[in-house]
């Protein structure tokens, strides 16, 4: 299942680096996410975008950007992360984010380890 | 905002046995309740999911439930075998407060194990 694709899979960073992980998905949907999964503890949703459009920031720090160049693709920057940013990175897709029912895919995922 | 509930976090069972998974919102408007399932280093993947409008939802050997007067949902896995063993997550479905969009919120997750 190829629908949404995550890069790189793996990624270790010091903290003063800058990295971006990015997230494909081919499945024409116009919603695309990022997801945020700690150990013990809930999905946080970080990012929502529709048709390009950022449409919420759940209190996410400054030093993750998104950018969403057109509703495929999207991209998280990373920049001065802490050790506690260590986590795996999920990407996802539905269809319309402005209806309730619309299914959400998710991508593999990018474990992310700051160092 | 939302607030979902997901007990019990650990879940050890006999195959054969079933296996109960519940969730409790408190966002009163919530009126889509998915259930999510990540085998190790997997992504999380759709199994069921049920609309406010319904009480009941079975497939197969999976089944969830939905009490909205209570706010409580629960996924019922009858008939365990070994490949169901993983985590399981409950969400809801809410609007933001800017009404822009609706969000899931995830419960913090259930890890079944099935024992042969």
């Known amino acids: 299942e190829t629908g949404v694709t995550q890069t790189p899979r793996h990624l270790v960073m010091g903290m003063t680096n800058k990295k971006s992980l990015k997230c494909e998905q081919h499945?024409?949907?116009?919603?695309m996410y990022w997801y945020k999964q700690s150990a013990k503890k809930p999905l946080e949703l970080m990012f929502v975008?529709?048709?390009?459009?950022?449409?919420e920031n759940n209190s996410v720090p400054s030093r993750f950007s998104p950018e969403c160049p057109n509703s495929s693709h999207l991209f998280l920057h990373l920049h001065t992360l802490q050790p506690e940013d260590s986590a795996l990175y999920l990407c996802?897709?539905?269809?319309?984010?402005?209806?309730?029912?619309?299914?959400?895919?998710f991508g593999e995922g990018s474990w992310l380890t700051v160092v | 905002g939302e607030n979902v509930e997901q007990h019990p976090s650990t879940l050890s069972v006999q195959e054969g046995d079933s296996a109960v998974i519940k969730c409790t919102y408190s966002?009163?408007?919530?009126?889509?309740f998915p259930w999510y399932k990540q085998e190790l280093g997997k992504r999380p993947q759709l199994i069921i999911d049920?609309?406010?409008?319904?009480g009941e939802k079975k497939d197969q050997r999976i089944a969830v439930t939905l009490n909205k007067t209570a706010k409580h949902f629960s996924l019922h896995i009858t008939e365990t075998q070994p490949e169901d063993s993983a985590v399981y997550f409950c969400?809801?479905?809410?609007?933001?407060?800017?009404?822009?969009?609706?969000?899931?919120?995830f419960g913090s997750g259930t890890q079944l194990t099935v024992l042969p």
């Open positions: 996802a897709s539905s269809q319309d984010v402005r209806q309730a029912g619309n299914t959400i895919y």
């Open positions: 499945l024409g949907h116009n919603a």
């Open positions: 975008y529709s048709l390009e459009e950022r449409v």
């Open positions: 966002d009163s408007a919530s009126n889509y």
């Open positions: 049920i609309r406010s409008n319904v």
């Open positions: 969400a809801a479905t809410n609007q933001f407060s800017s009404g822009s969009a609706r969000q899931l919120t």
